[in-house]
């Protein structure tokens, strides 16, 4: 499964050049713009499944760093400020990773 048999190509592409600009990532924003929001829950634990690499079950601080490439091959790595900004808004238990659960409510809320 690839994130374009969930969202559209075009929208991903739109969400990836809204924040080209160093530090200028906004998840809410770049959830909107790529359609992840509106998305059903199904396909939202989809998107996690892609996003989570090492298949741990978590999205950690490493994997969030390259988020944007996921979408997009040859974006840029997320800064530092811009990685830990991310984690500790989904990061509901603090234990430094984004679970499934806390992504889904990240993303739909």
Known sequence: MSLTSILSAEAIENAV?????PDSFCYKKFFKLCGLSSKTPQEVKDVFQILDEDNSGFIEES?????????VPGARTLSEAETKTFISAADDDSDGRIGAEEFQTMVQS
């Open 17 to 21: 050049k809204d924040c080209q600009a």
């Open 63 to 71: 994997e969030l760093k390259f988020f944007l490439q996921r979408f």
